[in-house]
Nanobody, 120 residues
Framework: VQLVESGGGSVQAGGSLRLSCAAS????????MAWSRQAPGKEREWVAH???????SYADSVKGRFTISQDNAKNTLYLQMNSLKPEDTAQYYC???????????????WGQGTQVTVSS
């Protein structure tokens, strides 16, 4: 099981970034895929997920600004982040969760993370 994130970086407030997560085909096809983040001194928090039936869900803090999507042909998950704020600064992690239909359950795999830094 392998999840590899890319696309992090530094951006000014109001800017945009797109994160990518390349997954092994077996994992990707059988999982609900998610993004989480962890800011310094804080616990890791769920950001968004896309269920096996395509249903998406977002944390209130990112709703309307972030969009999770996937390219099934490439086994790749994305997170488009717009209107970034300094409080979005964190290490962002791609994750696989056991899933069925519109439901996502326990986490089964994590990527190594990619850093996003938003300056004011």
């Amino acid at each position: 099981v392998q999840l590899v994130e890319s696309g992090g970086g530094s951006v000014q407030a109001g800017g945009s970034l797109r994160l990518s997560c390349a997954a092994s085909g077996y994992t990707y096809r059988r999982s609900c895929m998610a993004w989480s983040r962890q800011a310094p001194g804080k616990e890791r928090e769920w950001v968004a997920h896309i269920a096996r039936d395509g249903t998406t869900s977002y944390a209130d803090s990112v709703k309307g600004r972030f969009t999770i999507s996937q390219d099934n042909a490439k086994n790749t998950l994305y997170l488009q982040m717009n209107s970034l704020k300094p409080e979005d600064t964190a290490q962002y992690y791609c994750a696989a969760r056991r899933g069925s239909g519109a439901y996502c359950y326990e986490y089964t795999a994590w990527g190594q993370g990619t850093q996003v830094t938003v300056s004011s």
